[in-house]
């Protein structure tokens, strides 16, 4: 018998030895992770079904006796849920993290950038805001970009000379970064890290998010964006513990 036939302590990211404190700890750090406000746009019900399914047996000492001894947590009251064999092939609790929209991949440190390019004509300019979710690499590349064609095109006239200077400076110190969105993406960086059990990456995004946090409580931010900070707190704060 394996010691974790139905993936049920690897679900709980627990050891076998772990105490009900620490199991119930775990699950309610999980159980956050999956909340559906954390996860707008993607359905965690599934996974969060199996974290729950997996909490009730462990919780239950009784249950968890029969699963520790048995492989099942059938003690004499057979549970409703449990028919088959599905919980071991159930993969563990994940969530969709944020890719960069320039080369696709996951990084801790993706943001949210808002840029301004400044392309000017005899008698006018054109300024373009572009925005998006870059890795560190390609926000430089189009930051970069966008100055060199603003410093190049943007000051052919008058308007143009003003708004690319404003764009340059911008653009220089890192593009327009928005606390809250940024918040919301290294927190779920942070989580993604977290349950795939990379510690490091973990640590990283939950230690911007925390930053992230304390820009949205000290800024001129409305009561609903500061509420949302709150909200993401103490998940960035047991991420950080924990990783
Ligand atoms: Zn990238």
């Known amino acids: 018998m394996s010691a974790d036939p139905r993936g049920y302590y690897r679900l709980l990211r627990v050891p076998t030895t772990a105490s009900q404190e620490q199991i119930k700890q775990a699950f309610r750090a999980l159980a956050k992770a999956l909340h559906p406000d954390l996860n707008r746009g993607q359905d965690t019900t599934q996974a969060f079904q199996a974290v729950n399914e997996a909490y009730g047996v462990l919780s239950d000492p009784a249950q968890r006796a029969a699963y520790d001894r048995t492989g099942s947590p059938e003690t004499s009251m057979p549970r409703a849920s449990s028919t088959g064999s599905r919980p071991s092939a159930e993969p563990p609790p994940t969530v969709e993290p944020y890719t960069c929209v320039d080369c696709g991949c996951v990084s801790p440190k993706l943001r949210h950038i808002k840029y301004t390019q400044v392309v000017s004509y005899i008698i006018g300019s054109h300024r373009t ?110 991420v950080l513990q924990k990783a």
């Open 129 to 238: 805001n572009i925005w998006g979710v870059f890795c560190e690499e390609c926000a430089s590349k189009r930051l970069t970009k966008a100055s060199l064609i603003t410093g190049a095109f943007g000051w052919m006239s008058v308007p143009g000379m003003l708004f690319s200077a404003h764009a340059l400076g911008r653009n220089l110190t890192g593009g327009e970064k928005q606390n809250l969105i940024n918040l919301e993406i290294c927190t779920r960086q942070a989580v993604y890290y977290f349950l795939r059990g990379e510690m490091r990456n973990a640590r990283i995004a939950a230690t911007d998010a925390r930053e992230f946090a304390q820009g949205v409580a000290g800024g001129w931010w409305n009561d609903a964006e500061k509420r949302r900070a709150r909200e993401l707190r103490p998940i960035i704060e047991e």
